[in-house]
């Protein structure tokens, strides 16, 4: 590997001022399971597209700055930590592993990802979760309209606010909301939580370090009203 | 795609600056929009005149048209910048539309001049030496066609009212209605683009005695489809998304400046940056900045 890579206490250190960014993501494309470089830092993204996608290896990234869209897409098993902002479609299609932004994320964050935990300390825009297939999403903040929209299984919790919408056209996923909802989309409700319900949203709240009272949250899931095609209303379509 | 950027400054210290920093700000905006760019500046202005911006076809010979007129012209390339006493432009006009019919009159301000060319941006911005200009406000935009040919008369930004000038990412859904609409209240328009008729408008509520804010709330009702408008007027700076707000936008606001870009990026080398007030702005609000006149 051709990678001008500079090695100081075990952490690699990538500046993206001075190397391509496609010699960034070959380079983490290129760790095998055996590899010591398992902690990595990343400086000046300035907002650069598609800062550390696909890696497969249970490595530690962290970003110094604001990235671009697709960020930690398609992660699978690393732990990525965006020390900034993150655009839109971050940690879009993840399999596994945590993705961190400390700062605020665009939409579509988490986008139909299957699996792993994303974090936004900050407030998400628009779209959040949307189709998401597994991933567990925590917002510390508040989430923008249509959040949560054809989500189909996996664990979101909005600590602040959510706009316009949510939840709309709902398969399994469960939502958990602590701060208003602007409204709800279609074929999604509000229901009772139960004491798995709870635990499951105790579990999330201490993983991402966030101190509510599980119980100051409300549970919204699908009705179902959508998942069988009623004969009374072929005349809409 | 499409690629907008837009500086509104607060600091009169750094209008020096303006002209190099939204041409950097276009540059970066490239990857969103390579066939064609363009750009509206609003400088100092002389009290009494207007500045008519003009486009001619290659090789016109704008000197001898200053001269001919007897009027101050300042040539960038295939456009020229011609200043004329305020009351003299509809005469001006009618004498340009006979004697030039090949010339475009594209802008016309106390304060703005507008440039636009297909090409890449960087490309653009320096044949009309956008790094050189100076000014209160700026708003430019990369372009990626989708409504209307690759064209300079379909590049951003559109004028079509004094000083106004609006550029666009998305597709509007209702302009041929709209526009059938506007021409009966006498708005004029060059193009068939879209985004021709978001701006016209816009300049029909403003000649209806709206302020900036409130024909852009009168925007959120009339037009459909979907868009992130970045708006100019001689003292201020708009910003208006669609409800469903699908295209990008950034916004850094500090003591020194109001910025707008599509993506952070455009702004990741503006002075102060790392301290600026980051933020997207929300869908269907209006978000606008007026300077003292």
Not at chain 1, 5 to 18: G, H, Q, Y
Request: charged share 20%; hydrophobic share 45%; aromatic share 6%.
């Amino acid at each position: 590997m051709n990678v001008a890579l500079r090695t100081s206490t075990d952490v690699v250190t990538f500046d993206l001022a001075s190397e391509p960014l496609r010699a960034l993501n070959a380079g983490l494309a290129a760790l095998t399971p055996a590899t010591n470089r398992t902690a990595w830092r990343i400086t000046n993204p300035r907002g650069a597209h598609a800062i550390a996608v696909g890696v497969t290896l249970p490595v530690d990234i962290t970003i110094e700055g604001h990235v671009g869209y697709y960020c930690a897409g398609m992660n699978d098993g690393a732990s990525v930590t965006i020390a900034g902002n993150a655009g839109p479609g971050v940690a879009e299609n993840m399999m596994s592993g945590t993705v961190h932004v400390l700062g605020d994320a665009s939409q579509a964050a988490g986008a139909t990802a299957h699996g792993g935990l994303l974090i936004i300390a900050g407030n998400a825009a628009a779209r959040c979760g949307i189709s998401m297939k597994g991933v567990d999403i925590v917002v510390k903040g508040s989430v923008g309209h249509m959040s949560g929209f054809m989500a189909q299984s996996g664990n979101f919790v909005i600590c602040g606010d959510a706009g316009e919408a949510l939840g709309d056209s709902l398969y399994e996923a469960k939502i958990f909301v602590r701060g208003k909802v602007a409204s709800l989309g279609t074929d999604c409700e509000q229901k009772p939580m139960t004491p798995e319900d709870v635990s499951i949203l105790a579990s999330l709240l201490r993983r991402a370090d966030c101190g509510f009272d599980p119980a100051t949250f409300r549970l919204y899931g699908s009705a179902r009203n959508l998942y069988h095609f009623h004969v009374d209303n072929a005349g809409d379509y | 795609m499409c690629g907008i950027a837009g500086l509104f400054l607060k600091n009169p210290a750094l209008e020096a600056e303006l002209g190099g920093l939204t041409a950097g700000m276009l540059a970066v905006l490239s990857e969103r929009g390579p066939d064609s760019a363009g750009f509206a500046i609003y400088g100092n202005g002389v009290p009494g005149m207007t500045k008519l911006t003009l486009r001619g076809p290659a090789g016109f010979d704008f000197a001898a048209l200053g001269a001919a007129l007897g009027e101050k012209i300042t040539i960038r390339d295939d456009h020229a910048v011609l200043l004329v006493p305020a009351d003299a432009e509809g005469t001006v006009r009618v004498v340009l539309k006979r004697d030039y019919p090949a010339l475009a009159v594209v802008a016309a301000g106390s304060r703005m001049e507008l440039f636009k060319g297909v090409g890449l941006p960087a490309d653009v911005t320096a044949r009309f030496g956008l790094a050189g200009m100076s000014g209160s406000h700026a708003i430019g935009h990369t372009r990626m066609a989708t409504e209307s040919a690759v064209t300079t008369q379909g590049a951003h930004p559109f004028s079509t009212g004094p000083d106004q000038c609006l550029v666009h990412n998305g597709s509007l859904s209702n302009h041929n209605d709209m526009r059938r609409r506007l021409i009966r209240e006498h708005i004029t328009f060059e193009t068939q683009n879209d985004t021709e008729v978001a701006a016209g408008f816009l300049s029909w509520q403003l000649r209806s005695g709206a302020k900036l804010d409130a024909a852009l709330h009168a925007a959120l009702d009339a037009l459909d489809g979907f868009y992130t408008f970045v708006v100019g007027t001689e003292t201020g700076f708009g910003v208006l998304r669609d409800p469903v707000a699908c295209k990008p936008a950034v916004m850094a606001e500090t003591d020194d400046y109001v910025a707008f870009g599509s993506e952070y990026r455009a702004m990741a080398d503006l002075p102060g940056i790392s301290k600026a007030h980051l933020f997207e702005p929300e869908p269907a609000q209006v978000y606008f900045w007026e300077r003292a006149a």
